[in-house]
């Protein structure tokens, strides 16, 4: 069943929304974790001219949202309002 999951910055007032779907399925939040994990590594690499063009679309928008909101606090948020964590393992 999909699940639709979308990242968050709470670290505006009001918290922004990201535009694009992070995932359809809550198996994509590992994806979504690693990419936060190493959003500094992918930045340099952008920096370094690479592109952040990920496996998916939801990847690269994801990685979008995460370099504008690198320094930010950032949650993930489902289409049931639940929120789920951006460590493995901690959601609640």
Not at 18 to 26: D, I, R, S, T, V
Not at 39 to 68: C, P, V, W
Request: charged share 25%; net charge negative; hydrophobic share 30%.
């Amino acid at each position: 069943m999909s699940t639709h999951l979308y990242l968050q910055c709470d670290s505006h007032e009001p918290p922004i929304v990201a535009n694009q779907e992070a995932g359809q399925h809550l198996y994509d939040l590992e994806h979504i974790r690693k990419d936060w994990a190493n959003r500094h590594a992918i930045k340099t690499g952008f920096e370094a001219g690479l592109s952040l063009e990920g496996d998916s679309y939801f990847q690269s928008s994801n990685r979008i949202f995460m370099m504008q909101h690198i320094n930010c606090e950032v949650s993930i948020h489902d289409e049931y309002g639940r929120q789920h964590a951006l460590e493995e393992n901690h959601d609640r």
